[in-house]
């Protein structure tokens, strides 16, 4: 999925996941984003490989 539409939606989850792993007053948890059903099938529905994902 590389239309331009999913690339600004990712890069879009992407900044979102930045504004708020760098804002303290949020949590002290670090937040990730999943975007893409190709990304679940191409973990072959193994949850260490799907976390291993380069976002």
């Known amino acids: 999925m590389t239309t331009q539409e999913v690339l600004d939606k990712r890069a879009a989850a992407r ?3 930045n504004n708020v ?3 303290l007053a949020v ?3 670090t937040w990730h984003y999943l975007l ?3 990304d679940i099938a191409s973990s ?3 949850w260490p490989a799907l976390k291993d994902i380069d976002p």
């Open 27 to 29: 949590s002290p948890d």
């Open 15 to 17: 900044r979102w996941a």
């Open 21 to 23: 792993n760098a804002d």
């Open 44 to 46: 072959h529905a193994s």
């Open 36 to 38: 893409s059903e190709a």
